[in-house]
């Protein structure tokens, strides 16, 4: 008996928030007033991004991640004969670094 009141009660209360216009509509029409500018100027303060510098070597094309300071924290270790092989290996490390999982090895688990 208490829990159906309980229920009845809360459907009322979501009931009256949302006749009253306090759903998402104003949250999301305050974010769509905001200017492509506002949006890129919080993204940077909120996430700083690094680069991917791609550049010619002696012994062919290499890339590295420098971070937002300028300061290298990934490269790679093969180089690539021709540029667009090493633009196609930094689109596959996105694409990992996006949607790959993140595996750490211990030192028991190394092959000796």
């Not at 949250?27 to 680069?51: F, I, R």
């Not at 596959?92 to 688990?109: I, M, Q, W, Y």
Request: hydrophobic share 40%; no cysteine.
């Amino acid at each position: 008996m208490f829990t159906a009141f309980r229920a009845l009660a809360l459907s009322a209360a979501i009931a009256a928030l949302v006749a009253s216009g306090g759903g998402l509509a104003p949250a999301l029409q305050k974010d769509k007033d905001k200017k492509p500018e506002d949006k890129k100027a919080a993204d940077k303060k909120g996430e700083e991004v690094g680069t991917v510098e791609v550049w010619k070597a002696k012994d062919g094309w290499r890339f590295k991640v420098l971070n937002a300071s300028g300061k290298a924290i990934a490269g790679n270790y093969v180089p690539h004969e021709k540029k667009e092989d090493a633009l196609k290996e930094v689109e596959v490390l996105k694409a990992t670094l996006a949607k790959g999982k993140v595996e750490v090895k211990d030192e028991k688990s190394k092959d000796k």
